[in-house]
């Protein structure tokens, strides 16, 4: 598999095992050049492995992962952030006990160059970094609708808050790539609707190409314009949303777990007997 | 307003179980003995009689504040029950005494201790004594308890103060004598032994006037704009302190500026520790290694008992200070995957590894061995030698400040802020593009620069270097001292240096109980004031954010005794 220009992210053959557990098997996965794509399966279906295997969290046993042509695969997080891809959490993880913009300056960690001797001296050329930083965070706070709360603590912030807040840190590196893990999980509608337009404005206003794990159909199925569907750490399905909507192994991925004991019973053996 | 229920008495009788167990082990553990011909005031109360009654009148507070607001008549009721109980407790251990010999087991119940709790007075009158005692303690501890808060705050301040007036009574005395003029009119506040009692109500009243006057001054403190007049005080204010700060070797005289010696290089340590533990969260337990590392540089260096080389101090003080930061990452490189609690074990071990080796016979030859090191060079600013206390202080302040200096700027800094994200959560800040590894070295490295320099100043301050000087004890020392002044607050290492290594210098006769103390103090910090005395505002809010709704709260009580 080749990479083409119009791919950013391109997963070939990736595989994760946890001892005798195969998390992610396989994977194939394009990610188009300022697209909005997610990633959808049941629980435990490798999505977070996934993504951990893409930010360098994990090193994958086999395959490989490239970014803009370039192999990353094996490289540490902070590499891997520096290279262009920025990730939030399914559980929210700020630095709480940090204020909302020290967040975003160390989000911005990457483009800052001031070392120990800037630090303690504070040259010029620290100072102006240092201003320009405050004031880009600032900036960014605004856009993401946080403007004025730059000196509460993150934890003080109310949930939706923290999300977008989480957001905003992984934009201040700059990424070309943003992965949003669950990004609407514990939204009520209104708010998970204020958070597809923000993606949406993320991907149209800055650029940024964005692949997203989702639960919330609504929102998988209103935003994505590619869905992958993982089921037992193996690739199940790929398509437009309409395609994965009426995919018959995707609809007993997910029913063959959620629903009643009949349709176990009647399941092939890819179905978990729990 | 309600009555208190039996449950509340249940919890009042508990607590003042507790608080007699407690004095009976201060008093069992020989502090009431030993402290006996120690007076606070002259003829009157001994320390001995202090520790004593001490924990009854804190148990008493803490009954009182248990229950709650209360009718004044129910107050004194818990205060009485509270005393009786710890009297109770006592006299129980009293009449054991009589009956069985308990010196079998405590050394320390001696008829000697006996005669203390019961004042001196014969058997069998003798039994009722700590009863009556205790319960007078109670009803004073009750009445101090329900005076207004300001007053209340300035009557337990101003106690303080004559406690600790008198407690160090021998080494005021000694500053003051250095002042010929001021003698003659100090003289009549401190007798023999502890204050006199007429010096001792003049400065108890003076200092209740004192702090009650600083408590109705208005919060004007907290101003945003700064008037010209405001700038002026407060720059002269500054002003003033720096200047006492320079002169008080000569103010205090040998034994003090020595002391103040000690704790300047506890101070080093600690700003260095604070950057590892405070700021990055990497729990460093061997952080003597590097003070030990900067003392046998500077020794190996400059001895001219090894003879070695003949470097002079500021030769090979660049020298210990790279040792130490090479070894602050060599220490560093292997443990960089290692978090929280194995961190802290791993760094143990790297701290007695070099402890054994300097101890070790194998390097015998090169650093002396038990022996150690001697002849260490002294410092030498043109043609004077930094030898005496007073001159090494400004050595020590001049470490310090630059120290303070490097500490502040990068905590609010760049780094700093990755320092803080890796104490909140690794992972995140390494996805945050942080490169843990040189973030983690860059706090190894800058803390064992300030350790080292603490080192060699140490050894040239002792012209010698023993390995027994860098104990496993020193780094808890450290430790301590920033966990009690204040996790990551930059000032904090400071107060937290005057109390944990400074008072225990001043009150060297308390040697024996000194571990009791210490531990009794964290513990009592840990319950009390989680955050340390001189908390990083970061910190006070994430352990206390419903401190001004409380302290609201509290005024308003006072103010509704006050209209009682």
């Known amino acids: 598999m080749t990479t083409t220009d119009e791919n950013i992210l391109v997963a070939n053959k990736v595989t994760k095992r946890f001892g005798g557990l195969v998390a992610v098997r396989d994977v194939d996965l394009e990610v188009k050049r300022e697209g909005i794509q997610s990633i959808i399966g049941p629980n435990g279906a490798g999505k977070t492995t996934f993504f951990n295997c893409v930010t360098g969290y994990y090193t994958p046993e086999s395959g490989d992962i490239r970014l803009d042509g370039r192999l990353i695969t094996g490289l540490s997080t902070d590499r891997v952030t520096r290279l262009g891809i920025s990730r939030t959490y399914q559980n929210i993880r700020l630095f709480k006990n940090m204020t909302v913009v020290e967040n975003i300056l160390v989000g911005m960690h990457p483009h800052l160059r001031s070392g120990l001797f800037g630090s303690i001296f504070r040259d010029k050329r620290t100072n102006m970094e240092e201003a320009a930083a405050v004031e880009e965070s600032l900036r960014l706070l605004r856009f993401m609708g946080l403007g004025g709360q730059g000196d509460m603590l993150a934890k003080n912030l109310p949930y939706g808050a923290q999300r977008r807040l989480e957001i905003a840190r992984s934009l201040a590196s700059k990424p070309k790539l943003l992965l949003l893990d669950e990004p609407t999980a514990g939204m009520n509608p209104s708010e998970t609707a204020d958070t597809m337009r923000l993606i949406r404005r993320l991907r149209d206003e800055l650029g940024v190409t964005i692949l997203l794990i989702e639960h919330q159909m609504r929102v998988v199925m209103g935003i994505s314009e590619k869905i992958t569907v993982l089921d037992y750490g193996a690739m199940i399905a790929e398509g437009l949303p309409e395609e994965i909507q009426r995919n018959p192994t995707v609809v007993e991925a997910y029913l063959g777990r959620g629903s009643a004991e009949g349709i176990l019973g009647k399941s092939q053996t890819s179905s978990e007997p729990a | ?564």
Request: net charge positive.
């Open chain 2, 1 to 564: 307003m309600k009555n208190l229920t039996s449950q509340t008495w249940k919890q009042v009788i508990n607590l003042s179980l507790l608080g007699g167990l407690i004095t009976v082990l201060i008093a069992l553990i020989g502090m009431v003995e030993a402290f006996a011909p120690r007076f606070i005031i002259s003829g009157l109360i001994s320390m001995g009689q202090v520790f004593l009654l001490l924990p009854i009148f804190i148990f008493c507070f803490l009954n009182l504040r248990k229950i709650g607001t209360a009718r004044k008549l129910e107050q004194f009721m818990v205060g009485a029950v509270t005393g009786l109980i710890g009297g109770a407790v006592v006299l129980f251990v009293l009449v054991v005494g009589q009956l069985v010999n308990l010196r079998s087991v405590f050394i320390n119940a001696s008829p000697v201790l006996y005669q203390i709790i019961t004042f001196k007075v014969p058997f069998p009158t003798g039994y009722i004594v700590p009863l009556a005692v205790f319960l007078l303690i109670g009803l004073i501890a009750t009445g101090i308890y329900i005076l207004p808060t300001r007053w209340r705050s300035a009557v337990i301040q101003s106690l303080g103060v004559v406690l600790l007036l008198g407690l160090m009574r021998d080494l005021l005395v000694a500053v003051i004598t250095r002042w010929g003029p001021l003698t003659v009119l100090l003289k009549w506040m401190f007798a023999f032994s502890g204050m006199s009692l007429i010096g001792a109500i003049v400065v108890f009243i003076v200092m209740v006037g004192l702090a009650y006057w600083r408590s109705t001054r208005p919060i004007a403190q907290k101003k945003t704009t700064f008037t010209r007049r405001d700038k002026i005080i407060r720059y002269s204010g500054l002003g003033a302190i720096a200047l006492m700060i320079l002169l008080l070797p000569q103010i205090l005289g040998i034994f003090f500026s020595e002391v103040l010696d000690t704790v300047g290089i506890y101070i080093l340590m600690g700003l260095g520790l604070n950057i590892v533990v405070g700021f990055a969260g990497l729990l460093d337990l061997g952080y003597v290694a590097f003070y030990a590392i900067g003392a046998y540089v500077m020794g190996v260096l400059t001895s001219t008992g090894l003879g070695f080389f003949h470097l002079t101090f500021w030769e090979a003080l660049p020298f210990a200070l790279i040792g130490s930061v090479l070894a602050g990452v060599i220490l560093g490189l292997p443990v960089l995957k290692v978090r929280g609690d194995y961190l802290a074990i791993v760094t143990l071990g790297f701290g007695e590894i070099v402890r054994i080796l300097a101890l070790s016979d194998w390097l015998r030859p090169w650093l002396g061995g038990t022996q150690g090191i001697q002849s260490i060079a002294q410092p030498k600013i043109g043609p004077i030698t930094l030898d005496n206390q007073a001159d090494l202080y400004y050595l020590i302040l001049a470490g310090i400040l630059i120290a303070y200096f490097i500490a502040t700027r990068l905590k609010d800094s760049h780094l700093g802020r990755s320092w803080m994200a890796l104490r909140e959560d690794e992972d995140v800040a390494q996805a945050m593009g942080i490169n843990t590894m040189s973030t983690k070295l860059m706090a190894f490295a800058t803390g064992a620069f300030f350790s080292g320099l603490a080192g060699a100043i140490f050894a040239a301050k002792l012209t010698s270097a023993y390995p027994h000087s860098f104990n496993f004890l020193v780094s808890i020392n450290v430790l301590s001292l920033i966990i009690i002044g204040g996790m990551g607050s930059i000032p904090g290492v400071l107060v937290g240096s005057l109390v944990m290594v400074g008072v225990p210098e001043l009150l060297r006769e308390f040697a024996e109980f000194r571990l009791l103390a210490y531990g009794a103090v964290l513990v009592a910090m840990m319950l009390i004031r989680p955050e340390g005395i001189l908390p990083e505002a970061r910190r006070r809010l994430e352990l206390h954010e419903e401190e001004p709704i409380e302290e609201l709260a509290e005024n308003d009580t006072a103010q509704a005794e006050v209209g009682d």
